[in-house]
């Protein structure tokens, strides 16, 4: 009676087997292509990451040209956008800004004179 139980088990289980290999082969083919999405996505996520980095650097090294904070730079930056210009522009009008204020306070009266014309 034990080898009927046995035979029944090894026959019911080797149907599974049968199954169990057949996934395996099908995972077994699907394997690259998996390791290829996988490594699409890593080097994706990898180079986003490297621009974001690059952005906040860039905007980091702008503010501190300007003298200003980075979240000053960054909202100057977005009212600029806003409004058609760019943050180079922005840039170039702090510098512009910077050395009319220094002309002025070395006593050029063009510079002193285009400040009293602002207020």
Do not use: W, Y
């Not at 699907?30 to 650097?57: F, N, S, W």
């Not at 904070?69 to 930056?77: H, M």
């Not at 170039?92 to 070395?106: G, H, P, T, W």
């Amino acid at each position: 009676m034990a080898n009927d139980i046995n035979l029944k088990i090894g026959a019911e289980t080797s149907g599974l087997d049968r199954k169990i290999k057949g996934m395996k082969d099908k995972f077994a083919k699907l394997g690259p292509a998996i390791a290829v999405g996988v490594a699409a996505g890593t080097a994706a996520i990898g180079a986003i990451t490297a621009k974001v980095i690059e952005l906040g650097d860039n905007i980091g090294k702008a503010a501190k040209r300007m003298g200003v904070t980075a979240e000053a730079f960054q909202k100057l930056s977005f009212a600029a956008k806003r409004s058609g210009a760019s943050a180079n522009d922005v840039e170039k009008a702090f510098k512009r800004m910077s050395s009319v204020i220094l002309d002025a306070e070395d006593g050029l009266t063009e510079a002193q004179r285009a400040l009293k014309n602002l207020v």
